[in-house]
């Protein structure tokens, strides 16, 4: 292994000084080139959960490199918000407001057949959209919230958007997980969170390891499929309003070395407008592939996987459409 290899394999053990700005700084010495500019000109993009601190900072950066930016929310004033402030971050930006609720699948069914309606190809599909309620609460549809907005929101939307996206002839789907989810093995046991006390930080490690899951589902699935490419990656420690609201404690102990909203995002978008080859499990942090599992973490149980995706399938009513994962 490099020098440089070692440096970034003890960065990212370390967690500390890899999850925060101290790691994507020294990191930029070394890691892949930025997109050219305007390299995604006339191109379309959707990022979900746009309305602020990653979302808004991916929507801002898709913008700067010349895509038209679908922003998604579903709070209308806060999309013309956020709409408004990259329109003026990035003049002369095209930036369309979406309003659905992701972790409402009838309105995601209905989100995206207005969209197919309005637009004939997506270059890219950040699925973004998040949160970390204290409480349980159920979806219209009475899944749990997490569940529904993490997983099964984002299951439907990639479903009825494949479209669009296989059409624009080079497309990316990019899940932004955490590395929270290092804490949580996929387990099928309980995934409505139903049993004991509900506790929304160990739900939201849990469900951001089934995205990480569902991504590399997805990708597998469209292995022989040039046209999209389908990655998860994590963006380290960011200070964002989600974190502040969810986690005040752990932003007042690293506010000093937190990373901003467009470091913590710069992965999902450099992963849209390079679309760089990737191997399983298609999981990135700072420009390159990480482990799921380390050391000593038991590896992933294939039938967990099999499990898992045929529960997301029969929630959803979307087709099995899974390859096997290989033990």
Not at 95 to 119: F, I, N, P
Not at 271 to 291: E, G, I, M, N, Y
């Amino acid at each position: 292994m490099s020098v440089t290899g070692v440096l970034d394999a003890a960065l990212d053990r370390s967690v500390l000084l890899g999850y925060s700005k101290i790691g994507s700084g020294v990191r930029r010495l070394w890691w892949p080139a930025d997109p050219a500019p305007s390299s995604m000109a006339g191109k379309r993009v959707v990022v979900t959960g746009a309305t602020s601190g990653l979302g808004e900072a991916m929507a801002t950066s898709f913008a700067q490199l010349g895509a038209t930016v679908h922003l998604l929310g579903r709070n209308p004033d806060k999309v013309k918000r956020s709409a408004g402030v990259i329109r003026g971050a990035v003049p002369g930006s095209v930036v369309v407001d979406e309003v659905c609720d992701v972790g409402d699948l009838d309105a995601v069914r209905a989100w995206t057949d207005d969209l197919s309606g309005r637009v004939d190809a997506l270059h890219g599909l950040a699925h973004n959209a998040g949160v970390m309620p204290k409480r349980r609460d159920e979806t219209p549809q009475g899944h749990e919230l997490q569940l529904a907005c993490h997983v099964l929101g984002p299951q439907v939307m990639t479903e009825r958007l494949l479209p669009l996206l296989r059409n624009a002839g080079g497309a990316s789907i990019v899940f932004v997980s955490s590395g929270g989810m290092y804490s949580a093995p996929l387990s099928t046991g309980d995934m409505e969170s139903t049993r004991g006390e509900y506790d929304g930080v160990r739900v939201y490690a849990k469900t951001k390891r089934m995205q990480v899951v569902l991504a590399d589902a997805w990708a597998r699935r469209l292995a022989g499929d040039e046209c999209v490419r389908v990655e998860s990656m994590h963006p380290g420690w960011a200070k964002t309003p989600g974190v502040s609201e969810a986690l005040p404690t752990f932003q007042k102990l690293t506010g000093p070395i937190l990373r901003d909203a467009a470091d913590g995002g710069d992965t999902a978008v450099w992963l849209v407008a390079t679309r760089p080859s990737s191997v399983s499990p298609h999981f990135w942090h700072d420009r390159a592939q990480r482990p799921t599992t380390f050391g000593w973490q038991r590896p992933q149980d294939v039938d967990a996987v099999t499990r898992f995706l045929d529960a997301v399938s029969e929630m959803t009513d979307t087709p099995r459409s899974w390859i096997p994962l290989q033990g």
